[in-house]
């Protein structure tokens, strides 16, 4: 929705025909290039994670030269879907705030935004459509946005809240931060009546106000109350000594650990995964190659055969029959 509204006020997102419809759980489309959304999710199977389960990523992950193939197809699918357009260029994924060291190694990026959503609503989404507890959830839901932060400290953050109670303010500040004409009233209105409040499924609580837990997502967890603490607070900054301290002591912060402990052998079963697939589309490949060759060397013993029996009626004397006759 706020990617879309980027493009009501001039920003430019990219080729029509890429650019993700709409689905079942927004009807006014996504405004995401299919293929980089797709390069994203393969990405992560071969860091050895998924959307819903990031692989652990520290230092130079980015600069591994097993990624140097996803960097050609990444810059490909750039110069296909925005290489036309002029202006500034908006993408969006959600899967950026933890691959953004990647695709710094790919384009020349300008400033980024995150777009935050109450982690109480993420939570009751994530549980209706995917079956994810709440704690799990909660834990996705701090990895983006810490991630995004730690990945661009200079971002702009907007509030879902806030745009979904005046766009106008969140929309000047975005378009300041990534070089957009500040937007007229005409562009905010047009933003206005594009935002649909019957797509908004499971709205959270303001941050100042107290959360109670989801609506059939479980119980209350230490996680989803750190992201609270966050997500009230602003950033960050908001991860404060009482909690942190809590969940040390009971042993709650071990979830953290062993998601990751998780992720690693997961990234060694979805490689394994990765490289045998990437194995059979070689042995296919090797298997057509192999069959043109031979089409090709019994077309070449084809016309062999047909040039000697040429030669050989032509070299016949005058009046004698051909053995072959």
Not at 192 to 207: E, K, T, Y
Request: proline letters at 8%; one cysteine or more.
């Amino acid at each position: 929705m706020v990617t879309h509204c980027l493009g009501l006020i001039g920003a430019q997102l990219g080729d029509a025909d890429d650019l993700m419809g709409p689905g079942p759980d927004n009807a006014s489309g996504y405004s995401e290039l299919r293929s980089v959304k797709e390069i994203n999710d393969r990405i992560l199977a071969h860091l050895g994670g998924s959307w819903d389960c990031p692989p652990p990523l520290s230092g130079d992950w980015a600069l591994d030269p097993t990624l140097d193939p996803w960097r050609e197809i990444a810059r490909s699918a750039i110069d296909k879907s925005l290489a036309c357009v002029g202006g500034v260029a908006v993408m969006k994924d959600p899967r950026f705030s933890v691959l953004l060291p990647f695709w710094k190694t790919v384009v020349s990026l300008g400033p980024t935004v995150t777009v935050v959503r109450s982690p109480d609503e993420v939570v009751a989404s994530l549980h209706k459509r995917n079956q994810i507890p709440a704690d799990r959830s909660a834990g996705l839901w701090l990895r983006y946005v810490l991630a995004a932060e730690a990945n661009d400290p200079a971002q702009c953050v907007v509030n879902l809240d806030d745009f979904y109670a005046d766009p106008g303010p969140s929309l000047r500040a975005v378009a300041a931060h990534i070089g957009l004409p500040a937007p007229n009233d005409a562009g905010v209105d047009a933003c206005r009546a594009h935002i649909d409040p019957g797509l908004r499924h499971h709205a959270g609580p303001a941050p100042s106000q107290s959360s109670p837990a989801p609506e059939n997502s479980g119980e209350e967890t230490p996680l989803l109350e750190l992201a609270r603490q966050v997500f009230r607070s602003g950033g960050p900054s908001g991860i404060g000594a009482p909690v942190v301290s809590r969940l040390l002591a009971d042993g709650t912060l071990s979830v953290v650990g062993d998601s990751e402990a998780l992720a690693s052998a997961r990234s060694e079963v979805v490689g394994l995964s990765e490289r045998l697939r990437m194995q059979r589309r070689s042995m296919r490949e090797m298997n057509t190659r192999m069959k043109r060759d031979q089409a090709q060397l019994s077309a070449m013993k084809a016309d062999k055969r047909a040039q000697s029996g040429a030669r050989r009626a032509a070299t016949q004397p005058a009046g004698r029959e051909s053995p072959d006759a």
